[in-house]
C-alpha cells in the first residue's frame, strides 16, 4: 500500500501569491458525502512555478478549480482555506470570482474545442478578454491579440484572428486558449494539463514561452500534469498527489532524482525511456505490489524477430500517395490553391510490424491513416493491401475492407454512443460483418475480449460514462479487435491518458499483437512511446516523409534536421 508521507514545504524568500491550508473537498452521493480532496496544503510564492502531478482522480484539478470558484454546484468544501495575495477567496460570491478570473487568475485548460467558443473567431475571443479587462481601445486590443498569437508561435497570426476553432488544429487552439489566459499579465497562471494535447516541439516551445513570461512579468504558475519528467523541467516545486492526498512535495530536481514515495517513483518509471526497451512497462500497481519486471528487450532478439518479419511479403505497400485540399479563396476569382496534406508518400508495411508514424501536427500522419481507412479519398497514388490497390475498391469491397482495417481513436468516449452498453457496442459490428452464427455466440465472444483486455464479464451491461479514461481506451481496443483485423491504426490512442494507464495499455497492445498477430500503425506525437512500440519509424513534414527506418537507428543516429530537432524535444526529466 502507497503510504502518506507529506512533507514541509520549501519556503521561498519571495512574498506569498496562494496559501491553501487543509482543504478538504466533496462530492454528494446518493448516501453520504463523497469526500475528494483530504486536507491538502500547499503555497506558491511570487514569481514561483509549483507543479502537481498525479493520476486522474487524484484531486489536482479538483484543487485547482477550487482557487477560481469553478468547482461543480455540487461540490462543497468542507473545511480549509484558500488565501490570494493576503486575502481570503475561499466563499467568494461568483460575482467577487468574476472581478479576479482572467484579471489577476487566469487558467489554461486541458481541452480547447470545450473551452472555445465554436461560433466565435479565435481573435474575438481574446479581444474579448482584453476589452473586459483592460482600458485598451478596440484597435488598440486588437493589435494586442496579433502580437499575442505571435508570442505563442501561431503560423499566420493575422489570419488566424478570424478563423474559428473548427478551423485550426488541436495544437493551435491550445495555444489560442494560452494566448487569452496570458492577455491580462495576471499575478497567478494555473496551467491544467496545457500540452498534453501538443507535439513535443510545441510543447518544449509552449514550456519555453510560460517560462519566459514568467520571468518577464513576475507571474507565478501553477503547472498541472500527470508528466512528472515535464513538470521537472519547468517548476520549482513539485507537489505529487495520490487519491486526494499529498504523497510528497519538495524541491523538483531532488525530487525526480530521489522520489521517496512508491506512486512517485512509478510516475517517473512507468514513461518509456528513448535509451532502452524494456519487455514490460511498470505500472503504479507493480510498484505498490513490488512485481516490477525490469527485463530489457535487447538488440539481438529485435534483430532475430525482424529477420523473420522482413523475410515475408510486405502486407501493405504506399506508392506515392498524394491527397490535396482545396484552399479557401480570399476572393471569388481566386484561383485554387491545394493543401498538400499528404505529399507523394512511399514505404512498405510487413504482416506483424509495428510502424511508427511521427510528425508535428500538420505533417499529414493523421490524414494519411484515414486514407488507409478510406475515410478520405485519394487524390492519386496507390495503396496496395494484399495485392489490391484500395483506391479502386467496389462499395462492396470496401464494406469488407473495413472489418480488415481497424482504428483505434483517441477519445474513445466520442466514439461510444452513450445510450447503448459497452456490450451491444462491442457485439453491433461484429453482427454487422457477419462474425459468428447468433447473438448467443457473439455475446460470449464479446465477454471473452473484454476480459482478455483486463475488463470483466459483469461490464457487458454497462455504459461509457461509468468507465474511467483508461477502461474506456479498453473498451475501444476491444471493440476493434472483435471484428478479428489484420491491420489497426492507434491513431494518439494512448495520448490522453495517464502514465502509468498508458504503461498498461501499451503492454496490453503488445500482448495482443503477439496473440492475434495485429500488424499496427502507431500514429502519435510522443516519441518516447512511438520509439517503444516501433519497429520501423516514418517521420513526416509538411505532408511528406523525411526520414524512414529502423526505430532505434533513427532514434540514435537521426539524419534529417527535422528529426534531430523532434528528438531534442523529448523531456529528459533532468530538472531544472
Known amino acids: ?311 515475408k511479403k510486405p502486407l501493405l505497400e504506399i506508392i506515392d500517395l498524394k491527397k490535396y485540399y482545396v484552399g479557401n479563396k480570399t476572393w471569388w476569382f481566386q484561383k485554387d490553391t491545394f493543401v498538400k496534406a499528404v505529399d507523394g508518400v512511399s514505404f512498405k508495411l510487413f504482416e506483424g510490424e509495428t510502424l511508427g508514424l511521427v510528425g508535428e501536427s500538420g505533417c499529414g500522419k493523421s490524414t494519411l491513416g484515414r486514407t488507409l481507412l478510406h475515410l478520405e479519398k485519394v487524390t492519386s497514388g496507390q495503396i496496395i493491401y494484399k495485392g489490391k490497390d484500395l483506391a479502386k475498391l467496389s462499395n462492396s469491397e470496401i464494406k469488407a475492407l473495413r472489418k480488415d482495417i481497424q482504428i483505434i481513436f483517441q477519445d474513445p468516449f466520442s466514439s461510444l454512443n452513450p445510450r447503448i452498453s459497452i456490450g451491444e457496442a462491442i457485439l453491433e459490428p461484429m453482427k454487422v460483418h457477419g462474425i459468428l452464427n447468433n447473438t448467443f455466440e457473439r455475446k460470449e465472444q464479446v465477454i471473452s475480449i473484454l476480459e482478455k483486455v483486463g475488463l470483466e464479464a459483469e461490464h457487458y451491461d454497462r455504459y461509457p460514462h461509468e468507465f474511467s479514461g483508461g477502461q474506456r481506451q479498453r473498451i475501444g481496443i476491444a471493440r476493434t479487435i472483435a471484428l478479428q483485423p489484420k491491420l489497426i491504426v492507434c491513431d494518439e490512442s494512448v495520448s490522453a491518458l495517464d502514465v502509468s494507464v498508458q504503461a498498461q495499455v501499451l503492454n496490453l497492445l503488445n500482448d495482443l499483437k503477439k496473440d492475434f498477430g495485429f500488424t499496427y500503425i502507431f500514429i502519435s506525437h510522443d516519441l518516447s512511446v512511438v520509439k517503444y512500440m516501433s519497429d520501423q519509424l516514418v517521420v513526416m513534414n509538411l505532408g511528406k516523409i523525411e526520414e524512414i527506418g529502423d526505430a532505434d537507428t533513427i532514434y540514435k543516429y537521426p539524419q534529417s534536421a527535422y528529426t534531430q530537432k523532434l528528438i531534442a524535444s523529448i523531456p529528459t526529466g533532468e530538472g531544472k
Open 1 to 311: 500500500m502507497i503510504q502518506i508521507t507529506p512533507q514541509k514545504n520549501t519556503k521561498m524568500s519571495t512574498e506569498l501569491l496562494l496559501k491553501i491550508d487543509d482543504l478538504k473537498i466533496s462530492f454528494p452521493s446518493k448516501k453520504e458525502k463523497n469526500e475528494m480532496v483530504h486536507g491538502v496544503s500547499f503555497d506558491i510564492h511570487e514569481n514561483e512555478i509549483v507543479g502537481i502531478v498525479g493520476e486522474s482522480g487524484s484531486g489536482k484539478s479538483i484543487s485547482s478549480l477550487a482557487i477560481l470558484g469553478l468547482l461543480d454546484k455540487k461540490a462543497s468544501l468542507l473545511e480549509g482555506s484558500i488565501h490570494f495575495n493576503d486575502t481570503d477567496i475561499t466563499h467568494y460570491k461568483d460575482s467577487q470570482f468574476r472581478k479576479i478570473r482572467g484579471a489577476q487568475i487566469s487558467m489554461i485548460f486541458q481541452e480547447p474545442m470545450s473551452s472555445l467558443n465554436p461560433s466565435m473567431t479565435c481573435g474575438l475571443q481574446v479581444l474579448e478578454i482584453l476589452r473586459q479587462h483592460t482600458k485598451r481601445s478596440k484597435k488598440e486590443a486588437e493589435a494586442e491579440v496579433i502580437r499575442l498569437f505571435e508570442k505563442v508561435k501561431l503560423p499566420r497570426a493575422i489570419e488566424m484572428y478570424d478563423q474559428y476553432p473548427h478551423q485550426i488544429s488541436g495544437g493551435q487552439k491550445q495555444r489560442v486558449m494560452i494566448a487569452m489566459a496570458i492577455a491580462c499579465k495576471p499575478k497567478l497562471l494555473i496551467a491544467d494539463e496545457p500540452t498534453t494535447a501538443l507535439d513535443v516541439t510545441v510543447q518544449k516551445e509552449i514550456m519555453k514561452l510560460l517560462k519566459e513570461l514568467q520571468q518577464e512579468t513576475g507571474m507565478s504558475i501553477l503547472f498541472i500534469s500527470h508528466d512528472l519528467s515535464l513538470v521537472s523541467e519547468i517548476c520549482d516545486r513539485v507537489v505529487v498527489m495520490y487519491q486526494g492526498n499529498i504523497v510528497e512535495q519538495g524541491n523538483s530536481k531532488e525530487l525526480f532524482k530521489n522520489p521517496q514515495n512508491n506512486y512517485t517513483k512509478a510516475l517517473i518509471q512507468s514513461k518509456p525511456s528513448i535509451d532502452f526497451r524494456l519487455k514490460k512497462l511498470p505500472s503504479v500497481v507493480d510498484f505498490i505490489q513490488n512485481t516490477v519486471e525490469n527485463e530489457l528487450y535487447t538488440t539481438a532478439e529485435r534483430a532475430e524477430f525482424h529477420s523473420e518479419l522482413y523475410a
